[in-house]
């Protein structure tokens, strides 16, 4: 419901606004037509074809504030960062073409998890486009297999219109990014805006409540199961659904696997939740799935690493599949029943239908399922996470647990793509929706840093924390000056073992430990390098020392990297190799 | 499987490549491919036909429904429908034998002569697949120089079970 409430704020946008002239410039309209939309904040970075917008946008300071990064690809993860912890609109503005292209990463992130941005873009005035300008690209067209929809506006007159439909479009229905491309002389061209410019939405889907036959067989189908298994993704954190989630599970006692994307939608410590699933999951949570006869999944769209090979995937259950994409059903798996709808609505509805059903009926369920119950509890027993520990080296799973303990499981974890967000994922239980901000489906270095900026920007309060590794570090530690221009305190803890980790473990493992240039170790001294950007710089070598040192960084006031120097082979456990199956899990080393 | 699907997109630049798109990401090859405006100007209908598996199928299908400026899409394969496609063809027939054959072809399958020079003459044929096929592989001894083919446009059937005179075209000429 949360999407709805915002696009509420949106339209009452209370604010007044300086008047207008009566034909403002499309620059004009555009910063207007923003404020409209409820913007406060901007990531961007200036060139040529947005000089009019940057303009308008000096004078108009005091309503948007605009955040300069260092890179475009910073500038869209910080939106991201931002979108991802508050459910808001993130927002984008670069200039034409490598401003464009250097975004293009960050846009196909943002698709990929599913994240509400809207993605300005400056383009060549309209009698030079097609004619190969100096920092011409065809934007539309580059970005348009990784947004929801992009526009090129060719009259100043479509700005308000255009603008008013984009954030519709990227907060609504499955959340996504949208590109408005927008040429210079559109923005210095006069025009006519009206705020109560109305616009109407025919085709996008509206938040149906699903029919009462199809709840009725959901939750008849779940109550008949034997083996029954929640598993839920990012779908219940983007629609607010964790609230539902627990009730209903908790009334069925449900046992929940939560996918990288979902965790913190179910928190991690209730004695329900079996912990993450997928190819670095725990054991209970994949033998649960493969040996479940009722897999219901709401609010996932069974990726590639959460299923590993599809034919052998939970082999012996029926599939019940809620999705707010109807173009995710029927993708890699078949389900036996489909609801295509928003996971709050739809887990309201299976919640309501489900206090209806006698309590006789209910207890016969639940005593049905005690042996299910015992055969998990079995698992969680018999392969836990774990990892051997060490007296000469921090062991990187060692350090998450320590920030858990010494962020009190509260602080607000972003995350690169690799050893280090598994260990994340695996170690740090997450309490709440919208805590852990990573990189899942497109797996982008460089994400956690400049997505903790915009994290730390929608909560100036609370603690942000980027865990990254060494290598993606390096990918985008530029931003590490616009954290310290707009004094945004983040804490960048970097899990330095001198590789890129999750690669030399493949190579480890699958490749006869053939270690084909994944050695990092040339690489900055972190701690000098934080000080040469106006941050605190921290370093742990040592068991002994890992404690004080994260405690010391974290309650440093300004921004601050610690580097932890880690084990340097540690492997991520459990792993199901790619393309196999939970029966083929590797739970940990041999000998270990 | 062939499959003829039907789209109604906003009448924009761009549009008809996020359509496209949609396909080449996959690797499928679009057979044919039409787009002409419906009788809003506002709307345009692109006909494709493609081969795929069912359920690939009717994901792009589903995926283009996504599309903002996608009002509807129908397989109209899986219903009755009428199909047609146009062939321009150029074929090599000076006066004579030749050029007589080529004119008995035309009027059996009710095509027309539309240019005509000493050394060629140019045809127009219009019908389903098969019967435009039909022609050109009949025509193709007499020596084709160039084909230009539109592609398939496709509507549905009207509700009542009346055949259509082209259909009995249709069967007249499968029975030649």
Partial sequence: MIAEQLIE???????????????????????????FEGVDAIFGYPGGAVLHIYDELWRARERITHYLVRHEQGAVHMAEGYARATGRVGVVL??????????????????????????????????????????????????????????????????????????HLART??????????????????????????????????RQKPQQQVVAKAVTTILNSRRPILYVGGGIVNSGAGESLRAFAEELQLPVAPTLMGLGGFESGHPLCLGMLGMHGTYAANMSVAESDLLIAVGVRF????????????????????DIDPANIGKNV????????????????????????????????????????????????????????????????????????????????TTDVGQHQMWVAQFYPFTRTRQLITSGGLGTMGFGLPAAVGAQLAYPGQLVIAVVGDGGFQMTNQELATAVQYNLPVKI??????????VRQWQEMFYDRTYSEVDISVAPDFVKLAEAYGAAGFRATHPDELHDVLKAALDHKGVAVIDIVVSKEENVFPIVPAGANANDMIVQNDGA | ?????????????????????????????????????????????????????????????????????????????????????????????????????VLSLVSVFRAKVVDISHTHVIVEASGNKEKVDTFIELLRPIGITDITRTGHIAINRLAAQIAPVEELEDELISQL
């Fill in chain 1, 9 to 35: 704020k949106a339209g009452k946008q209370p604010e007044p606004s300086p008047p207008l002239a009566q034909h403002p410039t499309g620059a004009q309209i555009l910063i207007e037509a923003l404020c």
């Fill in chain 1, 94 to 167: 670069v200039t034409s073409g490598p401003g464009a292209t250097n975004a293009v990463t960050g846009i196909a992130n943002a698709y990929m998890d599913s994240t509400p941005i809207v993605v300005i873009t400056g383009q060549v005035p309209r009698h030079l486009i097609g004619t190969d300008a100096f920092q011409e690209v065809d934007t539309v067209g580059i970005t348009r297999p990784c947004v929801k929809h992009n526009y090129l506006v060719r009259e100043a007159h479509d700005l308000g219109a255009v603008v008013r439909e984009a954030f």
């Fill in chain 1, 173 to 206: 229905g499955r959340p996504g990014p949208v590109v408005i491309d927008i040429p210079k002389d559109v923005t210095a061209a006069r025009a006519s805006y009206s705020r109560l410019n109305h616009v109407s939405f025919p085709f996008t889907a509206t």
């Fill in chain 1, 303 to 322: 990726d590639d690493r959460v299923t590993g090979k599809l034919a052998t995937f939970a082999p012996q259950a029926s599939i019940i599949h809620v």
């Fill in chain 1, 334 to 413: 078949a389900p036996t029943l489909s609801i295509a709808g928003d996971a709050q609505a739809v887990l309201t509805e299976f919640l309501s239908f489900t206090k209806q059903v006698s309590p006789q009926v209910l207890d016969e369920s639940l005593n049905a399922r005690e042996s299910w119950w015992k055969k998990i509890r079995a698992w969680q027993r018999s392969q836990p996470l774990r990892f051997s520990g060490s007296q000469s080296q921090i062991k990187p799973q060692a350090v998450i647990r320590e920030l858990h303990q010494l962020t009190k499981g509260e602080a607000i974890i």
């Fill in chain 1, 493 to 502: 803890l970097i899990m330095n073992n001198g590789y890129l980790g999750m």
């Fill in chain 2, 1 to 101: 499987m062939r499959h003829t699907l039907s789209i109604i997109v906003a009448n924009q630049p761009g549009e008809l490549s996020r359509i496209v798109g949609l396909f080449s990401a996959r690797g499928f090859n679009i057979e044919t491919i039409s787009v002409g405006s419906t009788l809003d100007p506002h709307w345009s209908r692109v006909t494709i036909v493609t081969r795929g598996e069912d359920r690939t199928i009717q994901q792009i299908v589903k995926q283009c429904e996504r599309l903002a400026r996608v009002r509807e899409v129908q397989d109209v394969t899986t219903r009755p429908h009428i199909e047609r496609e146009m062939a321009l063809i150029t074929v090599a027939a000076c006066a004579g034998a030749e050029r007589q054959e």
